[in-house]
């Protein structure tokens, strides 16, 4: 049985300096809101594996994504 590799990549969250101490929290909350998000997805919409793993990915990245574009003007560096 072969299988394939799944070129799955979550985009990291890279929160200004001043906001390293919440980095962890934030991590946190949003992965448990990709979590609800996708099992609620999955149980009402019965999503296959790959369709699950893709939302997965798009709802982090796109939250992950946009928490980085607010907070990058916010640091001391660009200030």
Known sequence: ??????GTSFQSL???VEFADLEG???????????MLTQRAHERLILT?????????????????????VMEPLSSDLR
């Open 1 to 6: 049985m072969a299988t394939c590799e799944n």
């Open 14 to 16: 890279e929160l200004p």
């Open 25 to 35: 929290l934030v991590h946190a909350d949003l992965r448990a809101i990709v979590g």
């Open 49 to 69: 594996r790959r369709e699950f793993s893709e939302l997965q990915q798009s709802l982090w990245n796109r939250l992950a994504g946009a928490i980085n574009e």
